[in-house]
């Protein structure tokens, strides 16, 4: 992995929007921007959206609701958290957030390393497909990511 500038950097303004899922990352700041460090996003997601619980092996993430109604899974239960609330979720605990409101739910998102958005990118291209994804593709692509679905 390559280490991060020694100098702070400025970085153009630059987002690249992935669609997956029925969810939009727009990513700020990329694995290749930051030498590995960290992924930094927002996350728009649809009311009823989000995804199935799951658990990273090699990301920590972060959340803060911005705008919207959020509800977190940890612990084996839903939370609703109201708007400001930062969410960290440390690798190995099984996770996931839905929209539980009726307007688009909008969250500043980080991991750390970096390499979540390359997980999402293959993912936004099995979305993009005519047919839609193929889920046991997508299992396949998280799992080689180091995601995990959990089961129920």
Not at 62 to 70: H, K, P, S
Not at 85 to 93: A, G, H, I, K
Request: contains cysteine; negative net charge; proline residues 9%.
């Amino acid at each position: 992995m390559e280490s991060p500038p020694a100098v702070a950097t400025t970085l153009p303004v630059q987002e690249h929007v992935l669609r997956a899922f029925g969810d939009e990352l727009t990513v700020l700041l990329n694995g290749e921007q930051t030498g590995g460090a960290m992924l930094l996003g927002v996350i728009s997601t649809s009311p009823g959206g989000g995804p199935p619980p799951h658990y990273h092996l090699n990301e920590d993430e972060w959340f803060l609701v911005q705008e919207g109604r959020a509800s977190f899974f940890v612990g084996g239960q839903w939370q609703e958290v109201p708007t400001g609330t930062r969410v960290f979720l440390p690798r190995t605990v099984v996770h996931s957030f839905k929209n539980v409101g009726d307007k688009p739910l909008r969250m500043l998102f980080g991991t750390v390393p970096a390499g979540f958005e390359k997980f999402f990118v293959r993912c936004a291209d099995e979305c993009a497909k005519p047919n839609g994804p193929n889920m046991e593709r997508i299992a396949q692509i998280a799992a080689e990511h180091g995601i995990h679905f959990a089961h129920s």
